[in-house]
């Protein structure tokens, strides 16, 4: 809060004002996660790869402010190496949020979509990222086929 008002004070104290405001760096923060994410899929488990729009989301929801060691270790937790942050770090200065602190706008956010597919057999599977852990997709290359393992609590006809 302190840098906060510090950044008011100088904004009124010089007569300027901020290149984006506080919608624009929250979807930035979101985008520029999920970007990081995509860069180290292969270093980061599946775990967090597959659910990066919904912890981010969480996380924006969660935080009051942006602050950039807190926001990244909540999203990215013990998985997050020194090489995930200097991605992480490099999306913040390519993006211009190297160094700020603001206060999220969390209707600015954008909710995790909902994945939809389509089997060849006319059967539709939709469900939102924050499920995410209860589908199991695998896919067998060799024999050109797809088995879909969902585990739920209780499954009700519609």
């Known amino acids: 809060k302190v840098s906060q008002d510090i950044s008011d004070f100088f904004k009124g104290f010089l007569n300027v004002r901020r290149r984006y405001n506080s919608s624009d760096m ?7 996660t ?11 488990p599946d775990e967090i790869t597959r659910r990066i729009r919904q912890r981010a989301y ?13 926001y990244f ?14 991605t992480f770090n490099a999306h913040l200065e390519k993006h211009d949020l190297d160094g700020e602190i603001f206060e999220f706008d969390n ?16 059967v539709k599977i939709e469900y939102s990222d924050s499920a995410d852990d209860t589908v199991d997709i695998d896919r067998d290359e060799e024999r050109g086929k797809t088995r879909i393992t969902i585990t739920t609590n209780k499954l009700s006809e519609l």
């Open 107 to 122: 209707e600015a956010a954008e909710r995790p979509r909902k994945r939809k597919y389509k089997t060849s057999e006319g």
């Open 58 to 70: 969480d996380t924006i929801c969660q935080m009051d402010a942006f602050d950039s060691d807190q």
């Open 34 to 44: 999920i970007r990081t994410a995509q860069d180290h899929r292969v270093d980061l």
């Open 26 to 32: 929250t979807k930035r923060i979101q985008n520029l």
């Open 73 to 86: 270790d909540r999203v990215f937790g013990g998985h997050g190496s020194d090489e995930i942050r200097n």
